[in-house]
Protein backbone atom coordinates (compact mmCIF):
# COMPACT_ATOMS: atom_id res chain seq x y z
CA UNK A 1 0.00 0.00 0.00
CA UNK A 2 1.24 3.44 -0.85
CA UNK A 3 2.16 6.07 1.98
CA UNK A 4 -0.60 7.95 3.22
CA UNK A 5 1.10 11.31 1.79
CA UNK A 6 0.68 9.59 -1.77
CA UNK A 7 -2.87 9.11 -1.03
CA UNK A 8 -3.89 11.96 -0.07
CA UNK A 9 -2.03 13.75 -2.72
CA UNK A 10 -3.83 11.63 -5.38
CA UNK A 11 -7.39 12.25 -3.43
CA UNK A 12 -6.90 15.88 -3.37
CA UNK A 13 -5.76 16.30 -7.09
CA UNK A 14 -9.08 14.25 -8.14
CA UNK A 15 -11.27 16.37 -5.52
CA UNK A 16 -9.51 19.51 -7.61
CA UNK A 17 -10.34 17.99 -10.91
CA UNK A 18 -13.90 17.02 -10.27
CA UNK A 19 -14.71 20.40 -8.45
CA UNK A 20 -12.92 22.79 -11.00
CA UNK A 21 -15.16 20.92 -13.08
CA UNK A 22 -18.29 22.00 -11.23
CA UNK A 23 -16.98 25.65 -10.85
CA UNK A 24 -17.22 25.87 -14.52
CA UNK A 25 -20.63 24.32 -15.15
CA UNK A 26 -21.75 26.75 -12.89
CA UNK A 27 -19.45 30.22 -13.26
CA UNK A 28 -22.43 31.90 -14.77
CA UNK A 29 -24.61 31.81 -12.08
CA UNK A 30 -22.32 32.12 -9.52
CA UNK A 31 -20.92 35.49 -11.10
CA UNK A 32 -24.32 36.48 -11.69
CA UNK A 33 -25.22 35.90 -8.14
CA UNK A 34 -21.97 37.54 -7.11
CA UNK A 35 -23.11 40.52 -9.11
CA UNK A 36 -25.78 41.07 -6.40
CA UNK A 37 -23.02 42.28 -4.06
CA UNK A 38 -20.11 43.63 -6.30
CA UNK A 39 -21.14 46.29 -8.77
CA UNK A 40 -17.61 45.10 -10.59
CA UNK A 41 -19.27 41.88 -11.14
CA UNK A 42 -22.35 43.28 -12.25
CA UNK A 43 -20.90 45.50 -14.95
CA UNK A 44 -18.51 42.96 -16.21
CA UNK A 45 -21.01 40.41 -16.35
CA UNK A 46 -19.91 39.25 -19.44
CA UNK A 47 -16.46 39.77 -19.44
CA UNK A 48 -15.50 38.00 -16.40
CA UNK A 49 -17.60 35.08 -17.57
CA UNK A 50 -15.43 34.68 -20.75
CA UNK A 51 -12.10 35.50 -18.65
CA UNK A 52 -13.31 33.43 -15.76
CA UNK A 53 -14.17 30.71 -18.07
CA UNK A 54 -10.99 30.20 -20.16
CA UNK A 55 -8.72 30.48 -16.91
CA UNK A 56 -10.91 27.61 -15.38
CA UNK A 57 -9.83 25.51 -18.42
CA UNK A 58 -6.89 25.50 -18.51
CA UNK A 59 -6.25 25.32 -14.65
CA UNK A 60 -8.43 22.30 -14.81
CA UNK A 61 -5.98 21.06 -17.70
CA UNK A 62 -3.19 21.53 -15.48
CA UNK A 63 -4.64 19.31 -12.75
CA UNK A 64 -5.21 16.67 -15.38
CA UNK A 65 -2.01 16.76 -16.27
CA UNK A 66 -0.65 16.75 -12.85
CA UNK A 67 -3.67 13.70 -11.99
CA UNK A 68 -1.59 11.83 -15.42
CA UNK A 69 2.03 12.48 -13.65
CA UNK A 70 0.83 11.56 -10.54
CA UNK A 71 -0.57 7.57 -12.16
CA UNK A 72 2.89 7.38 -12.90
CA UNK A 73 4.62 8.36 -9.42
CA UNK A 74 2.30 5.58 -7.94
CA UNK A 75 3.24 3.13 -10.57
CA UNK A 76 7.05 3.95 -9.60
CA UNK A 77 7.49 4.71 -12.78
CA UNK A 78 8.01 8.62 -13.06
CA UNK A 79 11.00 9.17 -15.42
CA UNK A 80 8.71 8.73 -19.11
CA UNK A 81 8.24 10.41 -22.04
CA UNK A 82 5.22 11.13 -21.24
CA UNK A 83 5.38 13.00 -18.34
CA UNK A 84 8.13 15.17 -20.16
CA UNK A 85 5.05 15.90 -22.52
CA UNK A 86 2.75 16.70 -19.58
CA UNK A 87 4.82 19.21 -18.15
CA UNK A 88 5.74 21.35 -21.01
CA UNK A 89 1.72 21.23 -21.81
CA UNK A 90 1.53 22.05 -18.03
CA UNK A 91 3.95 25.04 -18.83
CA UNK A 92 1.98 26.36 -22.39
CA UNK A 93 -1.67 26.20 -20.12
CA UNK A 94 0.55 28.60 -17.38
CA UNK A 95 1.43 30.93 -19.57
CA UNK A 96 -2.09 31.27 -21.40
CA UNK A 97 -3.45 31.49 -18.07
CA UNK A 98 -0.98 34.93 -17.21
CA UNK A 99 -2.13 36.37 -20.73
CA UNK A 100 -5.75 35.51 -20.23
CA UNK A 101 -5.24 37.23 -16.45
CA UNK A 102 -3.48 40.09 -17.57
CA UNK A 103 -6.66 40.77 -19.95
CA UNK A 104 -8.38 41.72 -16.74
CA UNK A 105 -6.72 44.51 -16.73
CA UNK A 106 -8.57 46.27 -19.44
CA UNK A 107 -11.19 45.68 -17.08
CA UNK A 108 -10.57 46.72 -13.51
CA UNK A 109 -7.09 46.67 -11.75
CA UNK A 110 -6.29 45.16 -8.75
CA UNK A 111 -3.44 44.34 -6.93
CA UNK A 112 -4.06 40.44 -6.86
CA UNK A 113 -4.20 40.82 -10.85
CA UNK A 114 -0.29 41.43 -10.73
CA UNK A 115 0.31 38.43 -7.71
CA UNK A 116 -2.05 35.98 -9.97
CA UNK A 117 0.27 36.92 -12.98
CA UNK A 118 3.96 36.13 -11.51
CA UNK A 119 2.54 33.19 -10.17
CA UNK A 120 1.81 31.48 -13.39
CA UNK A 121 4.45 33.02 -15.40
CA UNK A 122 6.93 31.38 -12.28
CA UNK A 123 4.47 28.29 -12.59
CA UNK A 124 4.87 28.37 -16.21
CA UNK A 125 8.84 28.75 -16.22
CA UNK A 126 9.53 25.74 -13.42
CA UNK A 127 7.22 23.64 -15.35
CA UNK A 128 9.39 24.46 -18.53
CA UNK A 129 12.99 24.48 -16.54
CA UNK A 130 11.49 20.90 -14.86
CA UNK A 131 10.59 19.26 -18.76
CA UNK A 132 14.15 19.71 -19.21
CA UNK A 133 15.14 17.90 -16.57
CA UNK A 134 12.59 14.82 -17.14
CA UNK A 135 13.47 15.03 -20.58
CA UNK A 136 17.20 14.40 -20.13
CA UNK A 137 16.45 12.03 -17.12
CA UNK A 138 14.10 9.91 -19.33
CA UNK A 139 17.00 9.66 -22.09
CA UNK A 140 19.88 8.56 -19.10
CA UNK A 141 17.08 5.97 -18.14
CA UNK A 142 16.92 5.04 -21.51
CA UNK A 143 20.68 4.94 -21.98
CA UNK A 144 21.44 2.86 -19.04
CA UNK A 145 18.28 0.43 -19.41
CA UNK A 146 19.89 -0.52 -23.20
CA UNK A 147 23.09 -0.80 -21.30
CA UNK A 148 21.66 -3.50 -18.86
Known amino acids: MKDKLTLFTKYLLDFMFYSGVIV ?17 FA ?15 FAILIVQQLRRMFRTVIDDNCFIRENVRSLEKMSIYSFFIAVITACRLFIFITPS ?9 I ?7 LAGVFDKAVTYKLENDLTI
Not at 113 to 121: A, D, E, G
Open 24 to 40: IITLPLSVKFYGRYSTY
Open 43 to 57: QNYYSLCVVLFLSGV
Open 113 to 121: IFIIILVFV
Open 123 to 129: AGLFSKV
